[in-house]
């Protein structure tokens, strides 16, 4: 952990959007204990950062406002929006209408100034999207390989999508920030390390270290649900939330928890496995290995096995859908019953964490309101208090692409947020 003292961190100073003002008189008093080991190009470097995200973040913009946002002095928000401009990456745009004086220019971020490449790894192969800086896709792809049990098979497959997707959208190397995978698991984030994956069948695999040798870009490593927490607080439906959960449904069930503005990753990295809390001790058996955990429960394995034993015969995905959308009565009596025992752990996780915002997203979002309804019905009705009526309630359909792209904004908030001193970087969200 890095020599990371466990008391007297101010809490004002974390997840917080203060900028930290070098050169300005009546500088903020914000202490980042990067101070204390780090340099004036550092301090440099966290309020460019600072700006480009203001910018990216509340464009069109004045330098004024951005000074008054910042909490920077109006010559340091103007040398460094100098530069900015100089590079490429800050447009001057219109100009706002004016109070008497000269009216202001407005500032632009330039989308194209940069891109970021977000891959989403599965069992059976990878989506490669390559994404500008408001994390809109200009190119993306698909590669089927069988990863399982397989990491270096997966390091030598993102490398070559790597190249393939920059190659097809045209994009030059010196642009590229760098690379964002998600993968399901038990991510070491800070290492780049697969510490152990389920659906993979890895246990400390390696991703990082290796990529960077072979790219030479940087290379981002998280676990999926996290990266689709970090889209939705960049680019999607989280933009002004404070604390907010990402659930995603499907064939697995996880929580991305964001927890003031900061992803919540827990003490190893395992935290938000949510769909392995048991809930019925010696029920059916779970990837994992254990029995009865939510997964196993009303994971989408577990929903086709149910509607099959009803009619009889195999159900595949897509008739399971199908089944759904058609009103099978047997169907729709198990969505309903599934759906009933998620919506519990879920208005359970609402009372545990009172978030303000509950994103349910993933490919079990296909299966409609019959699986859906009674989740939201549960967090209304079986919360603490009013909990649950407070908390606000949207869905999602997100498909591989929008995973990836998840990946990609991770290397997008890592490249532009302000870093988090002691806290590995955390922190996705800077305004004040
Ligand atoms: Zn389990």
Not at 124 to 152: F, H, I, M, W, Y
Request: one cysteine or more; glycine letters at 12%; aromatic letters at 4%.
């Amino acid at each position: 952990m890095r020599g990371r003292q466990l008391t007297d961190r101010p809490s004002a100073a974390r997840s917080s959007g203060r900028s930290v003002d070098a050169t300005g008189p009546g500088s903020p008093a914000v202490e980042f204990s990067s101070l204390r080991r780090g340099s004036r190009a550092l301090l440099r470097d966290l309020n460019v950062s600072l700006l480009i995200e203001l910018v990216r973040s509340s464009g069109p913009i004045s330098r004024a406002d951005l000074a008054r946002q910042s909490g920077l002095s109006a010559p340091t928000v103007s040398t460094i929006v100098g530069e900015l401009v100089e590079r490429g990456i800050v447009i001057e745009g219109a100009t706002a209408p004016a109070n008497g004086g000269r009216p202001p220019v407005l500032l632009n971020l330039d989308p194209t100034a940069g891109f970021v490449i977000g891959i989403k790894l599965r069992g059976d192969g990878l989506t490669t999207v390559v994404c500008d800086l408001n994390a809109r896709v200009v190119a993306t792809a698909e590669a089927s390989v069988s990863l399982v049990g397989d990491p270096a098979a997966a390091v030598v497959a993102i490398e070559q999508e790597t190249r393939r997707a920059l190659r097809d959208a045209a994009v030059p190397r010196s642009k590229v920030l760098g690379v964002g995978i998600g993968l399901s698991g038990v991510i070491d984030s800070a290492r780049g390390v697969c510490k152990f994956s389920h659906l993979l069948q890895w246990r400390d695999a390696e991703l990082a270290a290796p990529l960077r040798r072979r790219l030479r870009l940087p290379i981002w490593v998280d676990n999926d649900m996290n990266t689709l927490a970090v889209a939705e607080k960049w680019a999607g439906d989280a933009l002004a939330a404070r604390d907010f959960v990402t659930l995603s449904v499907g064939r697995g069930i996880g929580l991305g928890i964001v927890i003031d503005r900061s992803l919540y990753r827990g003490a190893t990295g395992a935290a938000g496995e949510f769909g392995h809390m048991m809930v019925e001790p010696g029920g059916p058996k779970c990837e994992c290995g254990r029995f009865g955990c939510l997964e196993a429960l009303v994971g989408e394995d577990a929903l086709r096995r149910r509607v099959g034993e009803r009619h009889g015969r195999d159900v595949s995905r897509n008739e399971l859908i199908a089944l759904a959308a058609a009103g099978d009565s047997a169907t729709l009596e198990v969505l309903d019953s599934a759906g009933r025992k998620l919506g519990l752990a879920v208005a359970n996780m609402v009372t545990l964490l009172n978030p303000e915002l509950l994103i349910i997203c993933g490919e079990g979002t296909d299966l409609g309101d019959p699986f859906l309804a009674p989740v939201v019905t549960a967090v209304r009705e079986q919360t603490f208090a009013d909990l649950g009526r407070q908390v606000e309630v949207k869905v999602q359909g997100w498909g591989d692409e929008a995973w990836a792209v998840g990946a990609a904004t991770l290397v997008l908030r890592e490249s532009f947020s302000l870093p988090e001193p002691d806290d590995q970087g955390l922190a996705i969200w800077h305004r004040p």
